[in-house]
């Protein structure tokens, strides 16, 4: 079993940023990919941004260079930094944590609201 825990989400105003966080823990083995997803009402879970155990590193067209994933493979967490932020980047955003087998784990989700 992984658990994950997600901090960071929040109200921002457009054009702010906001940075996200989840934490990792329990067995975590073998090569895996980690991430972010997120989801409005009414539509389906999207990805957002995934970086691999080799640090190769996937973006949804809509990101546009405005976020930055990272990940520590050593505390096992992963980040969002998310820069320019648009009212339509408004969603609950979650932490995925994927092994190669296909087993997967998700986060509780953090709100994430921008608007003026």
């Known amino acids: 079993q992984v658990q994950l825990a997600e901090s960071g989400g929040g109200l921002v105003q457009p054009g702010g940023s906001l940075r996200l966080s989840c934490a990792a823990s329990g067995s975590i083995v073998g090569r895996n990919v980690m991430g972010w997803y997120r989801q409005v009402p009414g539509k389906e879970r999207e990805l957002v941004a995934v970086v691999f155990t080799g640090n190769v590193k996937k973006y949804a067209d809509f990101v546009e260079g405005r976020f930055v994933v990272s990940r520590d493979n050593v505390y096992n967490t992963v980040s969002l930094q998310m820069d320019n932020l648009k009212p339509e980047d408004t969603a609950v955003y979650y932490c995925?944590?994927?092994?190669?087998?296909?087993?997967?784990?998700w986060g509780k989700g953090t709100l994430v609201t921008v608007s003026s």
């Open positions: 995925n944590f994927r092994l190669f087998s296909g087993v997967e784990y």
